[in-house]
C-alpha cells in the first residue's frame, strides 16, 4: 500500500486526545471560551507579581543592601540607588513573567514598578535643583523634562529585555514539568517593531537619552537637571575667607566631630589681591597631543587640554596653572561644571584668573596610570607630566613659572596623583588638592582593583610612590612649602580611613594642611559641592606665598 494509502486508513483517535489540536470552535462556543485562559487574569496577575515583588524587594532591606554594594564599590549614593532600582525593576519583572507569562503587563508594570522604586531619590533630586540659584546653578525644564524621559526609557529597556529573556524561560520550565503547556504563538512571528515607523520611533528614544543615561552614571542622576551652576556654596561674595577656617592646626578633631575645615595656621593669607585685576569675559578650551607616554596602548597619542581663563591675551600678565589629573576636561565638564564653576568664580573675583591644564591618562598601557612610572617601563606617566606637559605649558602660555603658582588637582585616583606629584617634585608643585583620593600606592580594594597593576608587586616601588611614605621624608626646606587641601568622607569604609591617615601622617611630619569633612560620599557631587571653597583656599596660600605680589 502507499504512504498515500495508509496514512488516509489510519485509524483516527478521538480529538482532544494528548499531541492532538483541538479543532477550531465557533467563535462564542463555550468550548472555545473554556479552552482560553482568560486574558484580563493573567494581566493583573502579573501586574500583582510585579508590584508585590517590588515592593518586598523594597520592604526586606534587599534594595539597600544592593545600594550599599554599589556604594562600597566607589559610586556615590545617589547613583548606587539608581543602580540598585534598575536591577529592583528587572527582578520584579521576571518574577511576573515567568508566573504570569502575559510578558507585555509584566514589562509595562517593571517600568512603572522601576520608577516608583527611584521615584523618592528623583524627588530629592528635582526639589533640590528647583531650589537651586546663583552659584548652584539653575532650574532647568528642559533638562529635567529630558531627564524623565531618559529614566522612563531606561527602566523600560531593561523591563522589556528582561520580559523577553524570561518567555523562552518560563516554556522551558513549564514544558520540563508538564510538557502539555506552549507559549508560542503560531503565525505572530512578525514583531511590531519590524513596523519602520515604530523602529525610528525607538532609535530616536535611544539616541536621545543613552548619552543623557550615561551621563546619570557616570556622574550623578541630576547631571542634566541644572544649567549654568557651579555646583559650590557661598560663590556669591567677592571677598572673605573660605568657609568655616579653622584657628589653628587641630584638624583631627574637626575631623572627628564633623564640624567644619580645618586649616593649618599661617599658611594662607585672606583677601583677594588678585581683584586689582578682575577680567571679563568668557575662557576658553584649547587642545594639543603629545607623543602617548606608553608602550603598548590603545593609542599612540596623549592629548592635554588648557582652560584659557576669561581675559587671556589681552594683557601682558601671567598667571597660576592647575594641573588637573589624570581625567580629561570633559569629565570634570559634566561631573562638576569645573569651566562653569571657574567662571563664575574669575569674573566675580572670589578666584584668580588662572591656567587649568587637564592631563588625560585615556588611552594608556593601565586602565589606572597612577601618575607613575610602572616599574615594568610599559608606561612612564611621571616623567611625561613632569619633564613634557609643564615645559610645554610654561614655554607656550602666559605663566608664573614658579612651583609656588603651581598646583595639582585631582579627584579619588587623581587624588592619589595629585599629592603624590607634589610631595615627589616640591621644586616643580607647591600645593595639591585632593578629593576623595586615597594615599597608599598598590592598594588593592574593591575600589582600587587596577591602582596595583604599574608597580607589579614591588613593595619598594610602591614605598616610593605613597604619599603616606613621602610625606614624613620631606627636606625641611620642603615641608615649609608645601601644601596639600585634602576632602574626604570621614565615614566612608575605605576614603575615609585612607583621608584620616593622611592629614595625621601631615600633622606628624609638620606639613600644612587643609581638611575638609564631608558627608557626601566618593562621587562628583562632592566635587562639585567642595571645590569651590577648595580653590578659594588654594588663593589665599598663593597669596601668603606671594604669586600675585
Known amino acids: 500500500m502507499s504512504l498515500e494509502g495508509r496514512l ?73 540607588r539608581l543602580i540598585a532600582d534598575l536591577v529592583g525593576a528587572a527582578s520584579a519583572t521576571a518574577a511576573g513573567t515567568l508566573v504570569a507569562g502575559a510578558w507585555r503587563a509584566a514589562a509595562l508594570a517593571g517600568l512603572l514598578s522601576g520608577f516608583a522604586l527611584f521615584g523618592h531619590t528623583f524627588l530629592v533630586e528635582t526639589r533640590a535643583a528647583i531650589n537651586a540659584n546663583g552659584p548652584d546653578g539653575a532650574f532647568d525644564p528642559t533638562g529635567w523634562a529630558l531627564t524623565v524621559l531618559t529614566l522612563l526609557v531606561a527602566f523600560g529597556v531593561v523591563a522589556w529585555a528582561t520580559a523577553t529573556l524570561m518567555r523562552p524561560v518560563r516554556s522551558v520550565l513549564i514544558a520540563a514539568g508538564e510538557d502539555v503547556m506552549s507559549l508560542g504563538r503560531p503565525g505572530r512571528s512578525a514583531s511590531r517593531l519590524r513596523r519602520p515607523a515604530a523602529a525610528l520611533v525607538v ?80 575662557g576658553q578650551l584649547v587642545s594639543t597631543s603629545f607623543p602617548a607616554p606608553w608602550k603598548g596602548g590603545q593609542s599612540t597619542t596623549a592629548s592635554v587640554q588648557i582652560y584659557l581663563p576669561p581675559g587671556y591675551g589681552t594683557s601682558n600678565r601671567s598667571y597660576p596653572v592647575i594641573y588637573a589629573v589624570p581625567w580629561a576636561s570633559y569629565l570634570w565638564t559634566t561631573g562638576a561644571s569645573l569651566r562653569i564653576m571657574l567662571h563664575s568664580m574669575i569674573t566675580a573675583g572670589t578666584f584668580p584668573a588662572s591656567i587649568v591644564v ?26 611625561y607630566i613632569t619633564q613634557t606637559v609643564v615645559p610645554f605649558v610654561d614655554a607656550t602660555y602666559h605663566t608664573i613659572r614658579s612651583a609656588a603658582a603651581r598646583s595639582v588637582l585631582g579627584f579619588s585616583q587623581g587624588g592619589f596623583c595629585s599629592t603624590m606629584l607634589v610631595l615627589r617634585h616640591p621644586d616643580l608643585f607647591s600645593t595639591a588638592i585632593s578629593l576623595s583620593g586615597y594615599y597608599q600606592a598598590g592598594i588593592d580594594t574593591n575600589q582600587t582593583r587596577n591602582a596595583s597593576l604599574p608597580f607589579g608587586g614591588s613593595t619598594s616601588a610602591e614605598a616610593q610612590y605613597s604619599p603616606l611614605d613621602l610625606v614624613g621624608e620631606l627636606p625641611a626646606s620642603a615641608r615649609h612649602s608645601v601644601f596639600l587641601i585634602l576632602e574626604g568622607d570621614p565615614a566612608d569604609p575605605f576614603y575615609g580611613g585612607q583621608f584620616r591617615s593622611m592629614v ?32 578659594v583656599t588654594l588663593a589665599q596660600r598663593e597669596a601668603a606665598l606671594g604669586v600675585f605680589s
Open 504 to 535: 595625621a601622617a601631615c600633622e606628624a611630619a609638620g606639613v600644612a594642611v587643609s581638611a575638609t569633612p564631608s558627608s557626601i560620599g566618593h562621587g562628583w557631587r562632592a566635587v562639585r559641592s567642595h571645590l569651590p571653597p577648595m580653590l
Open 358 to 383: 587637564f592631563v588625560a591618562q585615556e588611552g594608556g598601557a593601565y586602565p589606572d596610570s597612577e601618575c607613575v612610572n610602572a616599574v615594568d617601563g610599559r608606561e612612564w606617566f611621571e616623567t
Open 8 to 80: 488516509l486508513n489510519a485509524p483516527r483517535r478521538a480529538p482532544g486526545g494528548p499531541g492532538d489540536n483541538v479543532p477550531p470552535q465557533p467563535a462564542g462556543s463555550a468550548a472555545s471560551a473554556a479552552a482560553r485562559p482568560c486574558p484580563w487574569a493573567r494581566l493583573a496577575l502579573a501586574i500583582g507579581l510585579v508590584s508585590a515583588t517590588a515592593v518586598a524587594l523594597r520592604v526586606s532591606g534587599i534594595l539597600a543592601a544592593c545600594a550599599a554594594t554599589f556604594e562600597v564599590m566607589g559610586f556615590d549614593p545617589d547613583r548606587a
Open 203 to 282: 532609535m530616536a528614544l535611544l539616541a536621545v537619552t543613552l548619552p543623557v543615561f550615561s551621563d546619570m552614571v557616570n556622574f550623578s542622576p541630576d547631571a542634566h537637571m541644572r544649567g549654568g551652576g557651579t555646583g559650590g556654596p557661598g560663590l556669591t561674595q567677592v571677598a572673605g575667607p573660605s568657609p568655616q577656617p579653622g584657628a589653628g592646626g587641630d584638624t583631627s578633631r574637626l575631623i572627628a566631630s564633623g564640624t567644619g575645615q580645618g586649616v593649618s595656621s599661617g599658611v594662607l593669607k585672606l583677601g583677594t589681591p588678585w581683584t586689582a585685576w578682575q577680567p571679563t569675559g568668557r
